[in-house]
């Protein structure tokens, strides 16, 4: 049976004033595939590079990336899950809609424990500092460099690092600071002279052994560049195009990048998990009715709001 509902559509290439919110059909689910009722939809910087002048993108498309909401309806052969189970999703086409088909293997259960929004708002971030944190090895011996630690992947980097022992140095705005240190983390300012702050972080001189970039700016990646011995332990997230030149990983898509599948498909369980008893907390920033998208688009493009934006349908 098919079900009509609204979801959030880019018209034509440009900015968040392209956005529409249009009815739509969601047929009945095919073989292993699941409706999911969306409470929730995570905005990420993706969704709106989507449809920016140059993309390439073929407009109208449906955005949105991750989900969390109620198992609706299930298609022939989907074996571990039925209408009204609490699952988040991703990756998923079309997420910001009152409704989502999508293939069940994307889905896992979303714990009683975590609440719908911050769920909404974990995996697209999550994966990729997991894929990072396991890509760069590590361990309880090191001492790791997260730049752009204020924003969703870098403040989840911060907290899996910590989680496996490791000492963190983190940078971002003064305002983030506290929040770093509540984390677990050293914070530094960003900004001319960032490569003397790190070098007087005490007991860290001659020591950092890992970088993690989130933020994608020639300051992280040469300061990175400049501390870690070891190129292989490096890894921007969003300048892919140097990372070749310095000889450090290029992680997510992209020429030349390691997309991590298998690493980032299998941290979707032990994120939940984490999030679901405390280990792992998701701070989320703002929250938009569905109609509003182009308002948390705006937001997001301002590339100050911390944490996560997230979408509700309810």
């Not at 050293?186 to 001659?206: M, N, S, W």
């Not at 700016?217 to 300048?239: F, H, I, K, P």
Request: hydrophobic share 45%.
């Amino acid at each position: 049976m098919a079900h009509v509902g609204r979801a959030v559509v880019a018209g034509d290439l440009g900015g968040p004033e392209v956005l529409q919110v249009v009815e739509v059909e969601t047929p009945a689910p095919g073989p292993g595939e699941v409706v999911v009722r969306v409470d929730a939809a995570g905005v990420n910087p993706w969704d709106w590079k989507s449809y920016a002048p140059g993309s390439g993108t073929r407009t109208p498309v449906r955005l949105g990336l991750e989900v969390a909401g109620v198992v609706q309806a299930v298609g022939p052969g989907v074996r571990w899950y039925s209408p009204g189970d609490d699952v988040v999703a991703w990756p998923v086409t079309g997420g910001y809609a009152d409704l989502v088909t999508v293939p069940q293997h994307v889905l896992v259960r979303r714990p009683a424990r975590l609440d719908v929004v911050p769920a909404a708002g974990l995996l697209a971030a999550g994966v990729t500092a997991a894929h990072a944190v396991a890509a760069t090895g590590v361990d309880d011996e090191d001492v790791v460099l997260v730049h752009g630690a204020s924003g969703g992947v870098g403040r989840m980097a911060v907290q899996l690092a910590v989680l496996r022992g490791a000492r963190v140095v983190a940078t971002a705005s003064p305002a983030w600071h506290e929040c770093l240190r509540r984390l677990g983390a050293e914070p530094v300012a960003y900004g001319p002279g960032l490569l003397d702050r790190v070098r007087t972080v005490e007991g860290t001189v001659g020591r950092v052994s890992v970088a993690i970039d989130a933020v994608g700016t020639a300051e992280a990646l040469d300061t990175s560049a400049a501390l870690v011995a070891d190129r292989r332990r490096v890894a921007t997230l969003v300048a892919l195009d140097r990372a070749a030149g310095l000889g450090v990983l290029a992680l997510g898509h992209g020429p030349g990048a390691d997309p991590g599948a298998d690493v980032r498909d299998a941290a979707r369980s032990q994120l939940t998990a984490l999030a679901a008893d405390g280990s792992l907390d998701v701070l989320v920033t703002g929250t938009f009715p569905l109609e509003d998208a182009a308002a948390a688009h705006r937001r997001s493009r301002e590339g100050h709001a911390g944490g996560k934006l997230v979408l509700t349908t309810r």
